[in-house]
């Protein structure tokens, strides 16, 4: 699986949008961008996935570069409950040699300010 | 809704020690794993399971073994517990690849400290 590089922390104030960015310039034309965030004292929890197309949710927009080398995480209206490292992976989804398996980095430290 | 239940949310024990951490699924999933989460290491897998009786290293298996004889129940193993597997272990369930989203479900963890 393809590695990715995010930045090591982040702040952001409450109520604005958080836009969290992840290199992935390895990426393969079948392995999907993943991110995860990881509230202290839980497990991960999963946010969003995408190929190539932006992809949005109840919890977050998902943009993807053309060349897909690259991503970001919107969080549009960020609170104090988003304060969290939020992971980005990217994984083969299909294929006989994907065991399903994912493999976290060091992820980005998100702190929300008021 | 999934829910990834692990049996012990914090443990302490001695070095020697064999120690069972358990995990349990609710939604017939056939991928399950083990990882183990340490500070400035972030999250590492130690075993997969992929099937009943069925399991796969992962990148730290060392000093750990696995046990699945049910579908839902994923158990990891410190044979002999050392001061250096004191971390969080964090449990999880997926759907197998190109089923759903490929999502994995985690567990709230299990906090072991090794004295």
């Known amino acids: 699986d393809a590695k990715t590089t995010q930045p090591p922390s982040m702040d952001c104030a409450e109520g604005r949008a958080a836009n969290l960015p992840c290199n992935h310039s390895?990426?393969?034309?079948?392995?999907?961008v993943y991110w995860y965030r990881q509230i202290h004292s839980q497990g991960p929890q999963y946010i969003i996935h995408g190929l190539k197309n932006n992809e949005t949710n109840e919890m977050a927009s998902l943009i993807i570069t053309e060349d897909r080398k690259s991503s970001t995480l919107i969080l549009p209206h960020a609170t104090l409950r988003d304060t969290a490292v939020y992971y980005c992976?990217?994984?083969?989804?299909?294929?006989?040699?994907?065991?399903?398996?994912?493999?976290f980095g060091q992820g980005t430290t998100l702190q929300v300010k008021p | 809704d999934v829910k990834v239940t692990q049996s012990s949310r914090y443990l302490v024990k001695r070095t020697g020690e064999k120690v069972f951490l358990e995990c349990v699924q609710d939604m017939d999933h056939e991928n399950m794993f083990w990882y183990r989460q340490d500070p400035g290491l972030g999250l590492r897998l130690i075993y997969f399971?992929?099937?009943?009786?069925?399991?796969e290293k992962g990148d730290i298996p060392e000093g750990y073994s696995v046990s699945r004889e049910k579908k839902e129940r994923f158990s990891l193993i410190l044979e002999s517990a050392s001061t250096n597997q004191t971390s969080m272990y964090l449990c999880?369930?997926?759907?197998?690849?190109?089923?759903?989203?490929?999502?994995?479900?985690f567990g709230e963890g299990s906090r072991l400290t090794v004295l």
């Open positions: 390895t990426i393969s034309g079948n392995e999907y």
């Open positions: 399971s992929y099937d009943v009786k069925m399991k």
């Open positions: 999880a369930s997926s759907l197998l690849p190109g089923v759903g989203t490929g999502e994995l479900f």
């Open positions: 992976i990217v994984r083969l989804i299909h294929g006989s040699s994907n065991t399903g398996k994912l493999i």
